[in-house]
Nanobody, 127 residues
Framework: RARLVESGGGSVQAGGSLTLSCAAS????????MAWFRQAPGKEREQVAN????????WYNDSVKGRFTISQGNAKMTMYLQMNSLKPEDSGTYYC???????????????WGEGDWGQGVQVIVSS
């Protein structure tokens, strides 16, 4: 059974940095599309960034390009989100997600199907 655990959320002032971590388990195949999503109060959940673990290809939401970096950990099915130059509009609940059925092509395009989700961590950026 899939299990995703995030860590690293917190509060920071605008311009600061945070790093989120995700560890996923319960997958027979470690080559998957792993992603970070976020949801602010009253807004829809949006994909922030993803990485296809087999090749390391990445996709970023335009709103975070140049500020956020997604990466894989040395352990299988682990990933990080380095968030720099944070803005108040980056605040929200951040979720780790895995879609084992997504093709590398669709992952690289920023598509998403039905995936597995973590419980989420809070990120609060104050101005």
């Amino acid at each position: 059974r899939a299990r995703l655990v995030e860590s690293g959320g917190g509060s920071v002032q605008a311009g600061g940095s945070l790093t989120l971590s995700c560890a996923a388990s319960g997958y027979t195949d470690s080559n998957n599309c792993m992603a970070w999503f976020r949801q602010a109060p009253g807004k829809e959940r949006e994909q922030v960034a993803n990485i296809y673990t087999a090749v390391g290809s990445t996709w970023y939401n335009d709103s975070v390009k140049g500020r956020f970096t997604i990466s894989q950990g040395n352990a299988k099915m682990t990933m990080y989100l380095q968030m720099n130059s944070l803005k108040p509009e980056d605040s929200g609940t951040y979720y780790c997600a895995v879609d084992p059925r997504l093709s590398p092509y669709d992952c690289y395009r920023g598509s998403w199907g039905e995936g597995d989700w973590g419980q989420g961590v809070q990120v609060i950026v104050s101005s």
